[in-house]
T-cell receptor, first 110, second 118 residues
Framework: AQRVTQPEKLLSVFKGAPVELKCNYS??????LFWYVQYSRQRLQLLLR??SRESIKGFTADLNKGETSFHLKKPFAQEEDSAMYYC????????????FGSGTRLSIRP | GAVVSQHPSWVICKSGTSVKIECRSL??????MFWYRQFPKQSLMLMAT?????????EQGVEKDKFLINHASLTLSTLTVTSAHPEDSSFYIC??????????????FGPGTRLTVT
């Protein structure tokens, strides 16, 4: 079954501390992995995708096929990072549906 | 670029009535649009996939006769909640897929529509 698991509903860290939001997936095909972010009272927006291998707002995520994980990391958290983060996947390079994880609320304490 | 709008942003209707929600891609043509439902503090649950000019594909457990989807043009998809009941109260979000030469198939999300059925 296709599934995205985010084990933490809430993650609270101090400003300047490292952040890691966990994401594990199960998928029988060749998946494309994403992280989406939803800031307070704003629409869902793409943060990064694994095929881009880029760092957005200081966040990175590496696809580990062996561990079927796609954890989101940032070395030094900032207050503006407080938001809801969703890990998601879909069939690689297709217009097919995206499957979302349950989301993790990241709260950065000053 | 790649902006998706939804109308209305918030609607209250009486139980038993129908309500239509519009999703528009403002500056691009979307061959595929998706409709999601989001309960408070929960994730997005895909309801259906809509391709322009063809019938929508509904996810398991979603009643197609209750949630009517029409994708008449490359810039507009509508979701009609028929005979609404209080349990249909939710946040409905659409997304539009932009396919380009790089086959990126980026999905852009609308701001959502909050439906309250009284």
């Amino acid at each position: 079954a296709q599934r995205v698991t985010q084990p933490e509903k809430l993650l609270s860290v101090f400003k300047g501390a490292p952040v890691e939001l966990k994401c594990n997936y199960s998928y029988s095909g060749s998946p494309e992995l994403f992280w989406y972010v939803q800031y307070s009272r704003q629409r869902l927006q793409l943060l990064l995708r694994h095929i881009s291998r880029e760092s957005i707002k200081g966040f990175t995520a590496d696809l580990n096929k062996g561990e079927t994980s796609f954890h989101l990391k940032k070395p030094f958290a900032q207050e503006e990072d407080s938001a809801m983060y969703y890990c998601a996947l879909r069939e690689y390079s297709s217009a097919s549906k995206i499957i979302f994880g349950s989301g993790t609320r990241l709260s950065i304490r000053p | 670029g790649a902006v998706v709008s939804q109308h209305p942003s918030w609607v209250i209707c009486k139980s038993g009535t129908s309500v239509k929600i519009e999703c528009r891609s403002l500056d691009f043509q979307a061959t595929t649009m998706f409709w999601y439902r989001q309960f408070p503090k929960q994730s997005l649950m895909l309801m259906a996939t809509s391709n322009e000019g063809s019938k929508a594909t509904y996810e398991q457990g979603v009643e197609k006769d209750k949630f009517l989807i029409n994708h008449a043009s490359l810039t507009l998809s509508t979701l009609t909640v028929t005979s609404a009941h209080p349990e249909d109260s939710s946040f409905y979000i659409c997304s539009a897929s932009l396919g380009n030469a790089a086959l990126v198939y980026e999905q852009y999300f609308g701001p959502g529509t909050r439906l309250t059925v009284t």
